[in-house]
């Protein structure tokens, strides 16, 4: 079984910064691709940033320039540092990984409960 975990959310004015934190548990021989996805109240799921285990990046178009996303494989943690935040940042943050649970296993993905992020004065 693995179990993702994110922390960091909360209020925070437009303007300023947060930083998010996921960090991996249970049996993984390998975590692949690692990332974040948010989801607006009535809106779809979008792709917020996705950090391969080489530490190449994507980033969703909305927010390309004001986020950063890194992460330690020896923790198993990503992590999502976001600046210059809008109110329509105002989401549901998940995070996602790619895991290999064992040498002989599939890749799966797995999600995280998700911590909220509401950007308002």
């Known amino acids: 079984q693995v179990h993702l975990m994110e922390s960091g959310g909360g209020l925070v004015q437009p303007g300023g910064s947060l930083r998010l934190s996921c960090a991996a548990s249970g049996s993984i021989f390998r975590i692949n691709d690692m990332g974040w996805y948010r989801q607006a109240p009535g809106k779809r799921r979008e792709l917020v940033a996705i950090?391969?285990?080489?530490?190449?990046?994507t980033y969703g178009d909305a927010v390309k320039g004001r986020i950063t996303i890194s992460r330690d494989n020896a923790e198993r943690a990503v992590y999502l540092q976001m600046n210059s935040l809008k109110p329509e940042d105002t989401a549901v943050y998940y995070c996602?990984?790619?895991?290999?649970?064992?040498?002989?296993?599939?890749?799966?993905?797995?999600w995280g409960q998700g911590t909220q992020v509401t950007v308002s004065s």
């Open positions: 950090i391969t285990l080489d530490h190449s990046t």
């Open positions: 996602v990984a790619k895991v290999i649970v064992a040498v002989t296993a599939d890749e799966s993905g797995y």
